[in-house]
């Protein structure tokens, strides 16, 4: 959820502060792609059904299985396969996490970060929950970053989520922008972002 609301009317203004705040051209690029994904709003009716059987493509073609159900059932992943009846942007963020797990995390439920906000099985989420420290908020950042990339990628409402995990919090200041080509080179460094901003569908090899 959104930390800090934003008038529709000031958006443009504090996009376009991001913007000048980044100081190397490939986070401008990369920035550039989702702030010109349509725009701030979800997607609703035939566009919102478009996104979700092209966000479970993707999920699909990366290995991920996939189930018929609600994450509030019990997980959104739960070492296995998807669950399915969410939103796209959802699913989205969901295949960024599959990709940035270490391989043993992929096989646990919630990749081994513990409940997710639409996690219904909290105290088995919370058991399969890997101790990971600071590398599991550094997790978590990139894969909000990814998963809005994908959403920009596939022609989905990547701002709406951009503004939703609270990216623009703290512009005009340039600790937002910092944090923003931080975490991008950190992806585009592991192979995750081509120099252009584009995701990949590489998946991690390495163990935590």
Do not use: C, K
């Amino acid at each position: 959820m959104i930390l800090t609301p934003i008038a529709p009317d000031r958006l443009r203004a504090l996009l376009a502060a991001f913007s000048r705040g980044l100081e190397d051209e490939p986070a401008r690029r990369a920035f550039r792609r989702i702030a010109a994904s349509a725009d701030a709003a979800r997607a609703r009716g035939h566009d919102a059904a478009v996104h979700h059987r092209r966000a479970l493509a993707l999920a699909a073609s990366l290995g991920m299985g996939i189930r018929a159900e609600s994450p509030r059932w019990a997980y959104g992943w739960d070492g296995r396969a998807l669950a399915a009846r969410t939103e796209a942007y959802v699913l989205l963020h969901e295949v960024a996490h599959f990709q940035l797990a270490a391989p043993v995390r992929r096989r646990r439920a919630e990749f081994g970060l513990g409940p997710g906000p639409e996690t219904g099985n909290l105290a088995g989420a919370g058991r399969h929950a890997v101790p990971l420290g600071l590398a599991r908020e550094r997790e978590e950042a990139m894969a909000s970053l990814l998963g809005i990339l994908w959403e920009a990628e596939l022609g989905q409402p990547a701002l709406a989520s951009f503004l939703d995990q609270n990216w623009l919090e703290g512009v005009p200041r340039p600790g937002a922008a910092r944090h923003f080509s931080a975490v991008l080179r950190d992806l585009r460094r592991r192979g995750f972002v081509t120099p252009a901003g584009r995701p990949t569908p590489r998946l991690r090899r390495d163990p935590d």
